[in-house]
């Protein structure tokens, strides 16, 4: 889908298995980096990333996914619970329009007005990345399409081969202040590699308009419950 499996995973991760959404957001982060090596390599292996565009959003990334990560501990649990909610309307909606984003932009920038561009979006999404326990591909993968008129596959291509260093940062920074469940790792590390390969083939293979539209809907229906999360007295 082009979404970071952290709109899956930690909302799973706080309802079932009872965990405290920092912990969920630090886990998630963790894992998202096996997604975008096993990611990376299948889509590289159909040509579809672009490694120079890779390495730039990296080059910011990696330093404002850690900053992401301390900003995420450093607020109250019902707080982080509504910005959450309020990122997974966002991803919903990123979702839903995704189809029609590169048919609204289609000038070319080149150069270092592209060079800019794409640490301008490494930069943001990288924080966003260690702030949500998200891969980043929420940002990185419209930006690319809508401003540098990436195609849908080598945008996703790329953002997950980006999302290696990056959320390694922010993850050992989530480790560092303590929310990672490393007892959970084993289990979701295997489900990420074998989830992200099927998904990647099947991205190549098949239309996904109305899987889509589903997933979006329930991502709504999941971020609303969030941003209901009542305020702590705490």
Not at 1 to 26: C, D, E, T, W, Y
Not at 156 to 177: E, N
């Amino acid at each position: 889908m082009g979404l970071g499996g952290g709109v899956v995973m930690i909302p799973l991760m706080v309802a079932f298995l009872k965990l405290s959404q920092h912990r969920a957001h630090g886990t998630s982060l963790f894992t998202l980096v096996f997604t975008g090596i096993t990611g990376a390599i299948t889509y590289g292996l159909k040509g579809s990333v672009d490694i120079v565009a890779s390495s730039l959003l990296a080059i910011p990334a990696i330093f404002t996914a850690r900053f992401g990560a301390k900003f995420a501990h450093s607020l109250p649990e019902w707080k982080l619970k509504r910005v959450f909610g309020a990122f997974l309307i966002f991803a919903a909606l990123i979702l839903i329009f995704k189809p029609y984003l590169a048919n609204l932009y289609h000038f070319e920038i080149i150069g270092l007005p592209k060079i800019l561009v794409l640490l301008s979006i490494g930069l943001f999404a990288g924080f966003l990345a260690g702030m949500m326990g998200i891969g980043g591909g929420t940002v990185m993968v419209p930006a690319l399409v809508l401003i540098l008129n990436y195609g849908q596959h080598i945008a996703q291509g790329t953002s997950l081969l980006c999302m290696v260093p990056a959320g390694a940062t922010g993850a050992y920074t989530h480790l560092k202040l303590g929310n990672v469940v490393k007892t959970l790792l084993p289990g979701l590390i295997f489900g990420i590699i074998l989830g992200t390969y099927i998904g990647s083939n099947i991205a190549h293979a098949l239309s996904e308009a109305n899987l889509r539209i589903i997933f979006a809907l329930i991502i709504i229906w999941t971020g609303i419950r969030f941003l209901k999360t009542p305020k702590s007295k705490v």
